[in-house]
């Protein structure tokens, strides 16, 4: 069974090996034809192994702690209003955008995305675009958006709220997301916030406000 498109928790893995599943963790992408780094057959993972070693015709490397691919399976090229751009620089190295590192046995291990794109069950979740949504609901004046790990989805939409005065009760707050977002990019959870903490240069501190919210998040009802 390959196991691809999202992140694996270490806990659904070790279940998968205590019930003899042969899963085999993947990382692959749409501009490299699916798969570039696979888990070999034959071995177990607990969460230990990542997405395995690259593919034979892969190359792999990391750059500022991006994942970066290079072989004879990446794209030709992207197509937009004034014709064909390259998809890969001027090496042939294609920058994915995502976050990882390769351990001491080359095998690769995916962090996230660089942009802060959270993946829910194989879907891209843009935090921006939820966070936006959600500051034109009622009773929300401001919103920070981040991911959770989950043994189902890989990773689940989660929001930090502040409240214009009183939170909105669950449920109107679940219609008014039912009504702008779809389905896999409405928050789970959520926690609110006195007010999002800010750094020094008067920015919102989007770690202090996940790790504020985090304390106090609670399950969304579903209907």
């Not at 976050?99 to 935090?127: Q, W, Y």
Request: include cysteine.
């Amino acid at each position: 069974m390959l196991l691809g498109g999202a992140g694996a928790s270490a806990e659904l893995l070790w279940r998968a090996a205590d019930r003899g599943v042969p899963v085999l963790t993947t990382y692959g992408l749409t501009e490299t034809c699916s798969q570039v780094a696979t888990q070999r057959y034959g071995t177990r993972n607990r969460g230990e192994l990542g997405a395995g070693p690259p593919l034979e015709g892969v190359e792999l490397r990391i750059m500022d702690g991006e994942i970066q691919v290079h072989g004879a399976m990446l794209l030709s090229g992207l197509l937009d209003r004034g014709g064909v751009a390259p998809g890969v620089d001027a090496a042939g190295w294609l920058a994915t955008g995502d976050e990882g590192e390769l351990d001491g046995a080359g095998r690769l291990h995916v962090r996230g995305r660089l942009d802060r794109m959270i993946v829910s069950g194989g879907e891209n979740v843009d935090p921006r675009e939820v966070e936006a949504a959600l500051g034109e609901l009622p009773g929300i004046a401001e919103a920070v958006v981040f991911g959770v790990e989950d043994p189902v989805w890989g990773r689940v939409v989660a929001a930090a709220l502040v409240a214009e005065g009183e939170p909105p009760a669950d449920a109107a707050l679940r219609r008014g997301m039912e009504s702008v977002l779809a389905s896999y990019k409405r928050p789970r959870l959520v926690g609110f916030l006195p007010a999002l903490p800010v750094t020094p240069a008067g920015k919102v501190d989007r770690a202090a406000a996940e790790a504020a919210a985090r304390k106090g998040l609670r399950a969304l009802p579903s209907s």
